[in-house]
């Protein structure tokens, strides 16, 4: 089923006024019982045959809980090969998260999914959970995660894409060695302390969020890397928790740096420590107005003179909010 939408009507009372939150749940709640008795009809009379892609993306709330249940043993049953449940809520006071069974999605042992995309739920993860040996892609948007997510990611051998943004409840992320195919992860605004992955065919990696040690090892694979650092240190920390970006092809940088002295403590590395760099992009936030501001940003071109291929292509775009 496609998203539900919600369309504010023009005749109702004032916004923010306590009439006006009464009148909007109250067509909310409409829209969203005629939404789950549409759902439940189309599934009730659809066989499961022939179905690849089952998506619902509606919140629920704890009284409709058990309708999402019922959603996700079709589509478990119907073997389809794509999930997509973006259960965020519109409009809440509440922060309950409905407690998604991944566990449901096994039938018989084994898992026909390929892809899921998961958002506004919360998952328990533990090493018991197996069955999902062709999943290849995994997709958390704002999910809180309990249990033992490396131990769950472990009996996913197949997995290539993962992608994690603004989920919590993961304070040290562990990327086991078992992600063999893994070639693409991402990490953005997580309260996460480290990220270590031991995927060995790793290619593309890519972090948004504060200025936390990152270690990435059966580094040969890797060809890409964007890292964004959130906080005044993040330039020179990008160049000491993250020394696998010495052997990268292409690099994103993106930083914020207070002041020109700043800079300065960006110290120049070993000769050919870019040997392999073919593109770099580096995107300086610099929230200042001194004078020479400006003029310190060309010694990281010093850097790039230390590549012997000599064809690094240097971007940077610098403003001061």
Request: net charge negative.
């Amino acid at each position: 089923m496609g998203p539900m939408k919600w369309i504010i009507d023009p005749s109702m009372p004032p916004l923010q006024s306590d009439e006006y939150i009464k009148t909007l749940l109250a067509k909310l709640k409409l829209k969203l019982d005629k939404f789950i008795e549409a759902v439940n009809c189309v599934i009730q009379r659809h066989s499961g045959v022939g179905v690849s892609k089952f998506s619902i993306r509606c919140g629920l709330y704890k009284e409709e809980f058990d309708h999402l249940e019922r959603w996700i043993n079709f589509a478990a049953l119907s073997k389809a090969k794509i999930l997509d449940f973006d259960l965020m809520k519109v409009y809440s006071s509440s922060k309950e998260d409905h407690q998604f069974p991944l566990e449901a999605l096994v039938v018989q042992g084994s898992s026909c999914v390929q892809s899921l995309h998961l958002a506004g739920a919360s998952i328990k993860t533990h090493s018991g959970i197996c069955g999902f040996t062709l999943l290849r892609s995994l997709v958390l948007l704002y999910v809180e995660i309990s249990g033992d997510f490396p131990g769950f990611l472990a009996n996913c051998p197949a997995l290539e894409d993962l992608v994690m943004i603004e989920c919590s409840g993961v304070t040290n992320l562990s990327v086991p060695h078992q992600l063999h195919k893994l070639q693409h992860l991402v990490i953005e605004e997580m309260d996460v302390e480290t990220v270590e992955c031991h995927a060995a065919e790793l290619a593309h990696f890519e972090y948004k969020g504060n200025e936390i040690p990152i270690v990435l090892n059966g580094r040969s694979k890797l060809e890409k890397v964007t890292i964004r650092f959130e906080g005044s240190n993040g330039l020179a920390r990008v160049f000491t928790a993250v020394p696998v970006i010495f052997r990268v092809k292409i690099l994103d940088v993106q930083a914020q740096i207070s002041a020109y002295e700043q800079l300065q403590k960006v110290a120049p590395g070993p000769h050919g420590m870019f040997m392999h760099l073919r593109h770099m992009t580096c995107l300086l936030v610099v929230p200042s107005i001194k004078p020479n501001t400006d003029n310190g940003v060309f010694q990281l071109v010093h850097y790039g003179s230390r590549n012997p291929a000599g064809d690094v292509a240097l971007g940077y775009d610098l403003f001061a909010p």
